[in-house]
């Protein structure tokens, strides 16, 4: 089995040195296995959460917090 190519998820650029590799974690696919995340060492501590992702998550915390008040 063969590795694919990894690339920065900071600035998609591609490891030159392995060990420079920082595996971040796996994002799920909605159709299949999904892929894992890498940053060179550098930008390791730049990568933050899925703006998005962490809206979403808000607004469910806020409603479930007025609904529990209620």
């Known amino acids: 089995m ?5 690339f920065c998820c900071y600035c ?3 490891f030159n040195d392995p060990d420079d ?7 799920l696919g909605n159709s299949g296995p999904g ?3 890498w940053a060179h060492r550098a ?3 730049l990568v933050g959460p899925d703006p998005v992702a962490t809206a979403i998550l808000a607004r469910v ?3 479930r917090a007025l609904q529990a008040e209620e």
């Open 35 to 37: 892929w894992d995340i």
């Open 12 to 14: 998609d650029e591609e």
């Open 2 to 6: 063969t590795t694919g190519l990894h």
């Open 21 to 27: 590799a920082v595996y971040l974690g796996h994002e």
């Open 43 to 45: 930008h390791a501590e």
């Open 61 to 63: 915390l806020i409603t």
